[in-house]
């Protein structure tokens, strides 16, 4: 299984410490609870590798491309996390299931706007 971050010059083209911190938290979360997991960071052209990843996909952002069209570019099981997402223990047993090829979370009814009805920081894409 792969375990995919996003992260990129999203915020206004600037690299905040407190995301790579939080970042780094996270990567180790998953390097605890799934030591085997490949852990890739997807990124822009320019920002500099996460700290603790296996490699670095990068692509050209361009207007009107969101998430998904990056998250397509990965092959195989993936789990596609936020940096600000912590792992408790291991999530391969989502993979057992057969039902599904992506799956995501509802966001909590305390969330204010409609816009967005599922957390895009945690899903899982099966492969093909």
Request: with cysteine.
């Amino acid at each position: 299984m792969k375990v995919v971050y996003f992260y990129a010059g999203i915020y206004a083209g600037k690299d905040y410490p407190e995301q790579r911190r939080l970042a780094a938290l996270s990567i180790d979360s998953v390097r605890r609870s799934m030591p085997s997991a490949e852990v890739i960071h997807l990124t822009d052209m320019r920002m500099r590798p996460l700290y603790g990843v296996d490699s670095v996909v990068r692509m050209e952002l361009k207007p009107g491309m969101n998430r998904a069209d990056f998250q397509a570019t990965i092959e195989g099981d993936c789990l596609f996390l936020d940096t600000d997402t912590i792992i408790v223990g291991d999530v391969i047993s989502v993979f057992h299931d057969t039902s599904f090829q992506v799956a995501v979370s509802a966001r909590s009814q305390s969330w204010e706007s409609d816009d967005l009805p599922y957390n895009q920081g945690v899903v899982f894409s099966r492969d093909g």
